[in-house]
């Protein structure tokens, strides 16, 4: 069954602190996206990834396909960080057509000024 | 130029009604996904639609269904409510098919069946 596990599915830290949320899914992917969605249900788009790392602003995200792992960092981390963080990953699928994206359950983000 | 915009915002239907939910994508985006949020787990994938044709479907009954109109813009429809279909419906965009191309979300309709 392809699976996607994140981890911490809480975390809740001080206002300036380094933050990382962890990714790891079951098997090989074409590529894995990490999206954040605040109360009230909208949903953004951070990062697309396939490999490597990639930086916007205060966000960086790294993948590491031998190892099926994927991070999220947060720097200096503020309170209007705080949300919902999900994982989703587009498993390779030799069958033809689209099968949507697999989504972690997400990590619920508190930053506390 | 505007996002992926879906309407209603909230519906409440009563069990055994049937729903419309819409999607417009992002001008130029030529393919629709649907998911499924159920209250604290992740989305799950009803459909996608790419140039009108259906091109994929996830693990949901033949209640659901959906279609894509020459403007790209989608419907989702729902036969026969169920109170376990109450959720938040997500419609995503993307420029091609599949899900290896960067999806932009629109804020979704929250459906309650009572």
């Known amino acids: 069954k392809n699976e996607v596990e994140q981890s911490p599915q809480n975390l809740t830290a001080q206002e300036g602190e380094f933050i990382t949320i962890n990714c790891s899914y079951s098997?090989?992917?074409?590529?894995l996206h990490w999206l954040q969605q605040h109360p009230g249900g909208g949903i953004v788009s951070l990062f697309m990834l396939s490999s490597g790392k990639k930086k916007h602003g205060r966000l960086i995200a790294t993948i590491n396909i031998q190892e099926k792992h994927s991070s999220l960092h947060i720097t200096a981390s503020h309170p209007r960080d705080s949300a919902v963080y999900i994982c989703?990953?587009?498993?390779?699928?030799?069958?033809?057509?689209?099968?949507?994206?697999?989504f972690g359950k997400g990590t619920h983000l508190i930053i506390q000024p | 130029d505007a996002g992926v915009t879906q309407s209603p915002t909230h519906l409440i239907k009563t069990r055994g009604q049937h729903v419309t939910l819409r999607c417009s994508p992002i001008s130029g985006h030529k393919s629709v996904s649907w998911y499924q949020q159920v209250l604290g787990q992740g989305p799950q994938f009803i459909f996608q639609?790419?140039?009108?044709?259906?091109?994929g479907r996830g693990n949901f009954p033949d209640r659901f269904s959906a279609r894509q109109f020459p403007n790209y813009s989608s419907e989702l429809n729902v036969n026969a409510l169920l109170l376990g279909d109450s959720a938040l419906y997500l419609c995503a965009s993307s420029w091609l098919t599949g899900d290896s191309y960067e999806q932009y979300f629109g804020p979704g309709t929250r459906l309650t069946v009572t």
């Open positions: 639609y790419y140039e009108k044709e259906e091109r």
């Open positions: 989703a990953v587009d498993f390779m699928y030799s069958g033809g057509g689209a099968d949507g994206l697999t």
């Open positions: 098997v090989g992917i074409s590529a």
